[in-house]
């Protein structure tokens, strides 16, 4: 396409024409702007937390309010866990439904599940929560659970040891896949199509089958629109909060089995910011919010470069 | 393994199925009239609607509306307009980073930009965490949206004297309007059932409030609060909001892709 704008008859005369630049150009820079003061405000709210107990406070495991001993480990850990555990259930789910709709599919079938999947993104987080305590914690609690544990004979394994009561690291892991599915299938379908046809042509000429077409050709070629789409998934999943406050159980311990409470960053700030009164364990939240923050930040900046990196050159 | 495919394909439709099938069965069972025009009850007791929520998540996006679409669309214009400048590269990188920021590090930023320095909780502060994060959602569909105006369409305007602000507005703007409303809706869509931000902003309220300089209600705050109380019938509640919530949402949703939907076919792009 030609860019014929720059080539249209520059009227500078126009006072108004400036005005246009200057209020939009504001409007633009306030973007920018907007992230400078979220960090500039973030990061004094937290600074008394962070030079007080400085290092410690990333790799403290106690979080106890009463006493004044602020130790984030435990919500890391929790952040960590919970997050992984939802990329290892939601990313084999995402690939298939994007090979599916983009290669396999028929034609008319594409739009309504491709809209299905696209619309658990529309589901507003306190939803998901409230069908989480309701519906998914009772059938963890009766047929899952019993099923994992005695059934395949996990229960003495550390990962799903000791008795679940349903709010546990294992619940918040599951809604999170869900809700990070249609994130993360969206950006790998996006990718996958974005892969030249000559690509697909060229494999099956060299007489591959269709799934060796998807496997040599289609799929190395979008590796990294795929990572960059999984990524992308994470970051959703390390800052979600109403949903995960609802079914983790929320309590400050690293425990190693998935049917045990835990805690998030997100849903440790969710949790305590109304009841914190005084001034160490607000700053100690904020310190917390921070943090997330900081990860987000280059979870999502790596995620839009490796996206960016396939579909620049692609269909469009 | 391409059979792999059709199971992952059907396990991932599940969960939405079987969330609309719980909301339709639980929500129906609870929602009455009464739900959208009385106020709540005291929690324990039966009964009661959710009146003051339902307008107040209106008024909360509302506030949001007034303060994040003239800037997404501002700053999607000058997107469209300067698309290889450096700046128009940061902003746009920096406005896929604000959309990957968590809606509760917003809520925790705007406690203590907007509520701790003015001494108290207000639908005026929710508003504005909202809006916050409707800025880069409306900011990429208007760029794209302006992109798809076709240029000759901007160049008979210059030709024909309109000054570039004047083509601007009245000739580009206003055919993208369409495309611009969609994304407008699909940013209202996903800020209409937002909960982290208000626990920090909007906080929530038992009474009639439609005031901006005092807490508000909102239906996703009320539907948290029913759903971790211990009473069944505020668990009724929350289902019978949850189904209301989900159903606005769901109905701009659906405007939203209608409304793209009609372009396309008819669009000649």
């Known amino acids: 396409m030609l860019d014929s704008r720059r080539a249209g008859p520059v009227k500078t005369s126009a006072r108004g024409d400036r005005v246009f630049q200057i209020v939009i150009t504001a409007f633009a820079v306030s973007i920018p702007l907007l992230l400078v003061i979220i960090a500039i405000s973030i990061g004094l709210a937290a600074w008394p937390a962070l030079s007080s107990s400085g290092l410690s406070f990333l790799t403290g495991s106690k979080w106890d309010v009463a006493a004044g001993e602020f130790g984030a480990a435990p919500a890391i850990y929790g952040t960590v866990v919970s997050s992984a555990l939802a990329l290892i259930i939601a990313t084999p789910l995402a690939l298939g439904v994007s090979i599916f ?84 299938s969206a950006v790998t379908r996006e ?26 050709a289609v799929i190395p070629y979008a590796r990294s ?38 805690y998030t960053m997100a849903s440790l700030i ?24 900081v990860v987000t930040l280059i979870v999502n900046a790596l995620a839009r470069w490796l996206v960016w990196r396939v579909t620049k050159g692609g269909a469009r | 393994m391409l059979g792999l495919t059709y199971v992952a394909a059907i396990i991932a439709t599940l969960p939405l199925l079987f969330i609309i099938f719980h909301l ?35 008024i909360l996006i509302g506030t949001a ?99 570039r602000w004047r083509t601007s507005v009245s000739i580009v703007l206003r055919t993208a309007l369409p495309g611009i409303v969609t994304g407008a809706l699909v940013a209202i869509a996903r800020i209409a059932g937002e909960t982290a931000p208000l626990l920090f902003t909007a906080l929530g309220n038992q009474f009639w409030s439609t005031a901006l300089r005092e ?17 069944e019938t505020a668990h009724a509640q929350a289902w019978a909001g949850a189904l209301v919530l989900i159903a606005i949402v769901l109905i701009i949703s659906l405007i939203a892709r209608y409304a793209t939907r009609a372009r396309y076919a008819g669009g000649g792009d």
């Not at chain 2, 807490?215 to 009473?231: C, D, E, H, M, R």
């Open chain 1, 101 to 184: 709709l983009s290669e396999i599919a028929p034609k008319w079938l594409r739009q309504p599940i491709g809209f299905l999947v696209d619309l658990l993104a529309a589901i507003p987080s306190v939803v998901y929560g409230l069908w989480g305590i309701f519906v998914l914690i009772p059938i963890l609690r009766d047929p899952v659970a019993p099923f994992l544990k005695d059934t395949l004979k996990l229960g003495s394994t550390p990962l799903f040891s000791g008795p679940n009561y349903g709010y546990s690291m294992f619940a918040a892991g599951i809604i999170l896949a869900i809700m990070i599915l249609p994130f993360i």
């Open chain 1, 191 to 216: 990718v996958l199509l974005a892969v030249p046809r000559s690509q697909r042509e060229a494999a099956l000429a060299l007489g591959a089958t269709r799934w060796e077409m998807i496997r040599d």
């Open chain 1, 225 to 262: 629109g795929i990572i960059g789409g999984i990524i992308l998934g994470l970051g959703r999943a390390l800052g979600e909060t109403m949903a995960v406050t609802m079914l983790i159980g929320n309590r400050p311990e690293i425990s190693a089995s998935l049917f045990a409470p835990g």
């Open chain 1, 270 to 293: 969710a949790n305590e910011f109304s009841e914190a009164t005084n001034d160490a364990h607000l700053s100690a939240l904020m310190a917390v919010g921070a943090v997330l923050f």
């Open chain 2, 24 to 58: 339709l069965r639980q929500g129906a069972t609870f929602l009455r009239p009464s739900f959208f025009t009385e106020m709540p009850k005291p929690m324990g007791e039966a009964g009661g609607g959710m009146a003051n929520a339902i307008v107040g998540t209106l």
């Open chain 2, 65 to 163: 509306s007034i303060l994040g679409l003239p800037i997404g669309i501002g700053a999607g214009l000058y997107l469209a307009d300067r698309r290889g400048s450096p700046l128009a590269t940061i902003v746009r990188f920096l406005s896929d980073v604000l959309n990957g920021l968590p809606s509760i590090v917003l809520g925790i930023f705007a406690w203590e930009f907007l509520v701790r320095p003015f001494g108290g909780f207000s639908a005026l502060a929710g508003g504005m965490a909202l809006g916050a994060m409707m800025i880069p959602l409306v900011t990429r569909t208007t760029e794209e949206m302006i992109r798809l105006v076709p240029a000759s369409l901007r160049e008979a305007a210059l030709a024909l004297g309109y000054t």
């Open chain 2, 215 to 231: 807490p508000i209600a909102a239906l996703p705050l009320q539907i948290f609060a029913y759903a971790i109380s211990p009473y």
